[in-house]
């Protein structure tokens, strides 16, 4: 069965790091997509990053970009997401999400989820 699994979230101060990881067991199918989203209450599920099966791919979300940093251990099943310099505005439940093929920003194409993980910034 599909599983994936975040962890790492929490309450940090701006300016501050945080690390979450994802877990994946079950896919059922290789050369998988990992991406990043979260998602604030009230407000529509936002695409925050994206790595190929290979890590030969990446993409950010232009909010993130040079502060975040996605990558994965296949040997592990594992993706990561180092947040660095958070802002208030970074507060969101953080889902890991999987799909076939190559990164997408829509999170209509990924098919496989976590059940997230709170990340909250104070300011």
């Known amino acids: 069965q599909v599983q994936l699994a975040e962890s790492g979230g929490g309450l940090v101060q701006a300016g501050g790091s945080l690390r979450l990881s994802c877990a994946a067991s079950?896919?059922?199918?290789?050369?998988?997509?990992m991406g990043w989203f979260r998602q604030a209450p009230g407000k529509e599920r936002e695409f925050v990053a994206a790595?190929?099966?290979?890590?030969?791919?990446?993409d950010y979300a232009d909010s993130v970009k040079g502060r975040f940093t996605i990558a994965r251990d296949n040997a592990k099943n594992a993706v990561y997401l180092q947040m660095n310099s958070l802002k208030p505005d970074d507060t969101a439940v953080y889902y890991c999400?999987?799909?076939?093929?190559?990164?997408?920003?829509?999170?209509?194409?990924?098919?496989?989820w976590g059940q997230g993980t709170q990340v909250t910034v104070s300011s």
């Open positions: 790595i190929s099966w290979t890590g030969g791919t990446i």
């Open positions: 079950g896919l059922p199918f290789n050369s998988a997509t």
């Open positions: 999400a999987a799909r076939r093929l190559m990164p997408t920003r829509s999170s209509r194409d990924y098919v496989y």
